[in-house]
């Protein structure tokens, strides 16, 4: 009987995230967030590496965004390293994955940041990262400004 009503138990479950999953999709909305695409200059400070700049380019991948809800490609140039990954937004709040094009390097990680749009008008990006593999384990600070 236990057996009975945990495969019971598992089949509903099933059936209600993928009834939810469906009607989610069909809420899809025209993205009326934020759009932070753009060219960016970068300044930081990194664990291993110290020091640094770099140049972010954010792209918004309408398709994939929606309401209020931002998806963006990103780009990060740091002299002869190049990252590639995705930005998602909520308002001033952003997330973050990226990872070196030369995957032979093991250097990926996530980052948390912040959205703000300064006096002189051009937004600001303050982020904290995290790479769990890079030079056994880092995380930096930095902060990109709109060109």
Known sequence: ???FSAVLGTAFFVLATSSHAASTDAQRKPF??????GVYACV???AHDGDFTSTMTLSLD????SAKFGSFKVKVEAGPVTYTGSIVSNGTQLAMDFANTDLSKNDF???LATLSSPAKGKFEIKKFYYQPQYMGGSNGFE???LK
Do not use: E, F, L, Q
């Not at 009326?32 to 695409?37: E, F, K, N």
């Not at 309408?62 to 965004?65: F, G, N, T």
């Open 1 to 3: 009987m236990k057996i």
């Open 44 to 46: 930081g400070n990194d």
């Open 143 to 145: 902060k990109c400004t």
């Open 32 to 37: 009326t967030g934020t759009d932070i695409s």
């Open 109 to 111: 990680g996530v980052a």
């Open 62 to 65: 309408k398709k994939y965004s």
